[in-house]
């Protein structure tokens, strides 16, 4: 039994107030690879890259207990390009370039080998290539998971609204959610999406936290406040695979232990604002991240009488 990833591989080139990168290993696939690949193995990715893509980052990942078998090599062809300016308040970004490259026709293939997927990441992609996964699988996972961004409900919504009819929890932004409900209170903004397909919501709302809605019930996970916040680039994604990672590890999809799913995210991403990139995500030990779950414990722990 095991976790699919689906995602974006890639090359981003990122300026933050602080600091310009060249362009470096990105994409979302391979930062909730990186971040789910701490509680569970394997993780069995699917995505496509070209020629231009370093075979070394492969090799990592595979050691990390992260399956190639579905990520297909595009010799000739160039791996998807972003590129970001980040404000000054780190939380909002423009996107300056995105350029497909070999995500523009990707045709996914799920191998033989991970039909045994309990549980289904679908992280940031093309909708078309979401749903294609999805019918790919000969039995319905435990849980289907999506992460869409602005781009995909400007370039591809028919698409996108298909998908989210097939799925159990989404993942979005606070700008994401109101534009994909056109409403501006994120309350009705989520009565309004899981309307449209998923029983669960998540907004995610950058250095304010994130908020779990299911039917009448709402849950507010806060985020670490943090003295170093160099680049947010990938901290969604990190968020999404930790978020996964906790439940294919435990094997538990009740609105409680999704609960403890957001610490685990939330603890995750703040790893990832660090340094650029997957720099930090790649240094962390076991014990760091048990330690970060301890602060987040300690954060929101409180008593109070009620007289
Ligand atoms: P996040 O900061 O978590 O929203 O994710 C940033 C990552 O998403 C970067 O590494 C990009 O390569 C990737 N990305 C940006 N735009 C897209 C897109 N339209 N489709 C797929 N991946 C994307």
């Not at 908020?211 to 999404?240: H, I, Q, R, S, W």
Request: glycine share 8%; aromatic share 10%.
């Amino acid at each position: 039994m095991s976790l699919i990833v689906v995602g974006s591989m890639a090359f981003d080139a990122i300026e933050t107030p602080f600091g310009k990168s060249d362009k470096i290993v990105g994409g979302a696939a391979t930062y909730i690879a990186w971040s789910a690949s701490n509680f569970t193995r394997p993780v069995k990715q699917i995505s496509v890259v070209g020629g231009d893509f370093p075979r070394e980052e492969m090799k990592i990942l595979e050691a990390r207990g992260v399956s190639m078998e579905g990520v297909q090599v595009k010799e000739n062809e160039k791996s998807f390009f972003w590129s970001g300016r980040y404000h000054l308040d780190m939380n909002t970004r423009d996107t300056l370039e995105t350029q497909l490259n070999v995500l523009g026709n990707f045709k996914p293939v799920v191998p033989d080998s991970y039909q045994d997927c309990e549980f289904l990441m679908l992280g940031n992609l093309l909708p078309s290539v979401q749903l294609s996964v999805i019918s790919q699988l000969k039995n319905k996972p435990k849980l289907v998971i999506l992460d869409t961004m602005n781009f995909w409900m400007d370039t591809a919504m028919a698409d996108l609204e298909k998908v989210l009819k097939k799925i159990d929890v989404l993942l979005v932004n606070d700008a994401e959610a109101r534009q994909l409900s056109s409403h501006y209170s994120l309350v009705s903004a989520a009565k309004a999406i899981m309307e449209m397909g998923p029983k669960y919501l998540i907004i995610k709302k950058g250095e304010h936290g994130a908020l779990l809605f299911n039917e009448d019930k709402v849950f507010f996970a806060p985020a670490l406040p943090l003295e170093v916040v160099f680049d947010p680039t990938g901290a969604g994604d990190t968020f999404a695979g930790g978020f996964i990672g906790h439940i294919a590890k435990t094997k538990d999809i009740s609105f409680e232990n999704m609960k403890s799913a957001i610490i685990v995210g939330s603890a995750m991403a703040s790893f990832c604002v660090e340094k650029f990139g997957t720099t930090r995500l790649r240094e962390l030990k076991r014990e760091d991240i048990d330690n970060r779950i301890h602060a987040f414990k300690e954060l929101t722990k409180f008593d109070i009488e009620l007289g």
